[in-house]
């Protein structure tokens, strides 16, 4: 070691600081750019039937929804301030009530913080109560049966016109419109199939009419033979089916090859674009009756062409029923969690009671069960393969 030099460094160090001086800091680093926040992530969930015979319907209705949630999340919406990201949790109930439960269950676990679905009314009934227990609202875009809003439970919500009214107008229309003098009724005994078929049972009643025959299948039901025979020596004029086009069609196949060369009717389950394929040629134009739980006004129609013409573009597939309802009952989800400036189920379940929101299927409000107020229904049937709208009934 050199003991010279460092007798003068210390040298040196003493006389800086006996002059007061001192040796100059280092530099402070220049400060990193603040990372932008994440957003926060807000997650609804969608059940519905994406295996079975009813997947058609099922990928529709999700299909409905994921368009829902690109556009809110391309719009850059914020919430208390913060911007928010919206996610799909989709869950599949192959139209089955226990995996439906299941899959309400597996959503309340996930914590979503809202419900869009189910499609079926026999899932959608006992989800309900899972939902409601979880404080978590449930909207259903196309669930009919009246008992899904009449249990009381505030969570619970639809955007279509229930059976009542669906079931009542085409039992009316069945007698006044048709007809029909003798009229047979089948059922696929869910609680949808079989809601519907009761309704318009009393709507044919009311009407004035006469039911000559009730008979039911199930709704995996492929040989219709028995019940057919059965109605065949009833001579009926007019035959409605409570049930979905996956059982419709290959009845109206059975329904020809029997000379049963009744008018058809269902409801909205039915009341699909797939039905002519199911049907395989057994349909004659203007031969099938059906309702559609909603309806578009004059005004409305170019929102909702547009609307299809979009989703066609984004999936490559054409609208079967309820997929502009389900894209609604999202966006009416949101608007009342924004009108509310929170995602927490329990601070905007109240503005969504008290919501007016103008959406793709027209004006959505609802009653004090939850239901929509003012609910339209389309009646169709169809020439060439193709649905044709016969008008809206109120």
Known sequence: MNFKLVAASAMTIALLAACGKKEPAPAPAPAAPAAPAAPTTIKIGHVGPISGSIAHLGKDNENGARMAIDDLNAKGLTIQGVKVKFELLAEDDAADPKQGTAAAQKLVDAKVHGVIGHLNSGTSIPASKIYSDAGIPQISPS????????????????VVADDVHLGGTLGKYAVTELKGKSIAVIDDRTAYGQGVADEFEKGVTAAGGSVVGREFTSDKATDFTGILTSLKAKKPDV???????????????????????????????????????????????????????????EAGKPAMEKFKTDFKAKFNADVQIYAPYVYDAVMTMVAAMQKADSADPKKYLPALKAIEYQGVTGKIAFDEKGDIKNGALTLYTYKGGKKESLGIVR
């Open 239 to 297: 035959v409605f089916f409570g049930g979905m086009d996956a059982v419709a069609g290959p009845m109206m196949r059975q329904m020809k090859q029997l000379g049963i060369n009744a008018k058809f009717m269902g409801g909205d389950g039915i009341c699909t674009g797939e039905l002519p394929k199911l049907a395989a040629g057994a349909m004659r134009d203007s031969q099938v009756v059906c309702a559609e739980a909603g309806g578009i006004d």
């Open 143 to 158: 669930a009919t049966n009246p008992k899904f809003t009449r249990q009381g439970y505030a969570t619970t919500f639809r």
